[in-house]
């Protein structure tokens, strides 16, 4: 199972970007969907994660303290795609952006990376002051 994020570019601070993570030969709605940035010389961390349709929470949002408020995670089922909508972005948003599955709600919740895998290749964001 791997994932394929796009939509990353560069923008000015304040600017929005949506990005999308895609998948086929399985459904996206079934899986818990996290959102990740990795900047350089930093870890990869988790900035945002959605329930799957098994969990009777399906599409409950969690959202890292850095993006709450400014970004906001959607699902398209008929597209079987998942967006991140990225607002007021801010220099220190500049980072590599993947997208991964889990099947833990717990590693969901607590924002937890090691709970994801199936890292597929991730989409610049470069924002400038």
């Known amino acids: 199972v791997q994932l394929q994020a796009s939509g990353g570019g560069m923008v000015q601070a304040g600017a929005s970007l949506r990005l999308s993570c895609a998948a086929s030969g399985f459904a996206l709605a079934d899986y818990v969907i996290g959102w990740f940035r990795q900047a350089p010389g930093k870890e990869r961390e988790v900035i945002s994660c959605?329930?799957?349709?098994?969990?009777?929470?399906?599409?409950?949002?969690y959202y890292s303290d850095s993006v709450k408020g400014r970004f906001t995670m959607s699902r398209d089922s008929a597209k079987n795609t998942v967006y991140l909508q990225m607002n007021s972005l801010k220099p220190e948003d500049t980072a590599v952006y993947y997208c991964?599955?889990?099947?833990?709600?717990?590693?969901?919740?607590?924002?937890?990376?090691?709970?994801?895998?199936?890292w597929g290749q991730g989409t610049q964001v470069t924002v400038s002051s």
């Open positions: 959605i329930l799957g349709s098994a969990d009777r929470y399906y599409d409950d949002e």
């Open positions: 991964a599955p889990s099947s833990s709600r717990y590693k969901c919740s607590t924002l937890d990376a090691s709970g994801f895998a199936g």
